[in-house]
């Protein structure tokens, strides 16, 4: 157990509909990171935020924001879904913005239909 | 028997033989690198770490070779147990923070 929290473990959802992804870090790690992992692709940087600001940003796409709150806690909100959104996201934590090591979450399945 | 080659999606070897990973990185402002095994149905987990200047470090069955001339980073595993089949990632850091990886490479043990 990494003690990163993320929820819904399954979300089945149609095209044209928004969800809201979330992420708990572990306790004490300031750092938040959003990856998309699509079937039998690579971990594709989202975004990051430190003590709830944003640090740094990969390829996300318009329709996707996130935010992190004053408790650590982190959401991705992924809007106007389409087909090719299916995906697992995961989260991870880490102490500080520039530690290397991640602590991953068990990701969230979004299936888009 | 010992797998090493280029940066290759799968690998299969058998119970007990030594596993080579091969992993190439992009970016030669990258001084910390990771490997990561992910377990199907699950996360990423850290397995070892290493930073630019060193070329070597060694773990419990696994170490973590870099070679910064060509870019290139290795794991290798010792005595392959089948709990060792699982995807394994390598990941590059810059003094920014982000963390990029790798295309992955899936290795499976053989009883």
């Known amino acids: 157990d990494s003690g990163v929290t993320q929820t819904p473990k399954h979300l089945i959802t149609a095209t044209g509909q928004r969800v809201t992804l979330r992420c708990s870090p572990r306790?004490?790690?300031?750092?938040v990171y959003w990856y998309q992992q699509s079937l039998d692709q690579g971990l594709q940087f989202l975004i990051q935020?430190?003590?709830?600001?944003?640090?740094a940003k990969g390829n996300i796409l318009e329709r996707f924001s996130a935010q992190q709150f004053p408790d650590l806690h982190s959401e991705l909100n992924l809007s106007s879904l389409e087909l090719g959104d299916s995906a697992l996201y995961f989260c991870?934590?880490?102490?500080?913005?520039?530690?290397?090591?991640?602590?991953f979450g068990e990701g969230s399945r979004l299936t888009v239909l | 028997g010992e797998s090493v080659g280029l940066h290759l999606p799968t690998l299969s070897v058998q119970e007990g033989d030594n596993s080579i990973i091969n992993c190439a990185y992009s970016?030669?402002?990258?001084?910390?690198f990771i490997w990561y095994k992910q377990e199907s149905g699950k996360g990423p987990q850290f397995i070892i770490d290493?930073?630019?200047?060193?070329d070597k470090r060694q773990g419990q069955r696994v170490t973590v070779l870099l070679n910064k001339t060509v870019k290139h980073l290795s794991l290798q595993i010792a005595a392959t147990q089948p709990g060792d089949s699982a995807v394994y990632f390598c990941?590059?850091?810059?003094?920014?923070?982000?963390?990029?990886f790798g295309d992955g490479t899936t290795l499976t043990v053989k009883p």
């Open positions: 990941a590059e850091n810059t003094n920014a923070g982000k963390s990029t």
């Open positions: 991870a934590s880490s102490v500080a913005p520039q530690s290397g090591e991640l602590f």
């Open positions: 306790s004490g790690d300031l750092s």
């Open positions: 290493i930073r630019s200047n060193m």
């Open positions: 970016n030669s402002a990258s001084d910390y």
């Open positions: 935020y430190y003590n709830g600001e944003e640090r």
